[in-house]
T-cell receptor, first 112, second 116 residues
């Protein structure tokens, strides 16, 4: 079993839809959880950063972490064509020089 | 927010030559920077962890003599691809984390290397 599992998609939704992106993980030591958005031929851009369990909301984006189920989610409300990108979940057991473990990324297309 | 600048964004070089990629943290200090490689439609693969003032830590399977990393200051790390071959063609991305506690990782915009 891989440390982080993420459905690569592709996921195609109509404009205005609510998008749900998910990752599962196996390492119970993970406590820092991130979602990155990556446009083609660009570096990943940090969207959400969560420590431990709980929810975090920022504009149209909501991140949820359920450590008991080892499951994290990113919700995008009122999706826009500009949200079309690859979304990567990432997590780590510590900060500092602890590297991140990434999911494979989910390719999202929002159709106008 | 924290900004990581990577240069160049794209480089084409001939087989056998060396290429240097720079990664700078613009508004924060980073004792640690990470170098990733990404193949088309694949996730990021960690190559090495760059530590300011000390040797880099390479992941298993990454040739440290081919991918030379230097982290000379708290705001600059460089990756040099030595004696490049076509199979080194890839998208290289650096990242850095602010020295503040619990800080997230920020990425540069990547360098697309093509070796002909």
């Amino acid at each position: 079993q891989k440390e982080v599992e993420q459905d690569p998609g592709p996921l195609s939704v109509p404009e205005g839809a609510i998008v749900s992106l998910n990752c599962t993980y196996s390492n119970s030591a993970f406590q820092y959880f991130m979602w990155y958005r990556q446009y083609s031929r660009k570096g990943p851009e940090l969207l959400m950063y969560t420590y431990s369990s709980g929810n975090k909301e920022d504009g149209r984006f909501t991140a949820q972490v359920d450590k008991s189920s080892k499951y994290i989610s990113l919700f995008i409300r009122d999706s826009q064509p500009s949200d079309s990108a690859t979304y990567l979940c990432a997590m780590s057991a510590g900060s500092g020089n602890t590297p991140l473990v990434f999911g494979k990324g989910t390719r999202l297309s929002v159709i106008a | 927010g924290a900004v990581v600048s990577q240069h160049p964004s794209r480089v084409i070089c001939k087989s056998g030559t060396s290429v240097k990629i720079e990664c700078r943290s613009l508004d924060f200090q980073a004792t640690t920077m990470f170098w990733y490689r990404q193949f088309p439609k694949k996730s990021l693969m960690l190559m090495a962890t760059s530590n300011e003032g000390s040797k880099a830590t390479y992941e298993q399977g990454v040739e440290k003599d081919k991918f030379l990393i230097n982290h000379a200051s708290l705001t600059l790390s460089t990756l040099t691809v030595t004696s490049a071959h076509p199979e080194d063609s890839s998208f290289y991305i650096c990242s850095a984390r602010d020295t503040g506690y619990n800080s997230p990782l920020h990425f540069g915009n990547g360098t697309r290397l093509t070796v002909t």
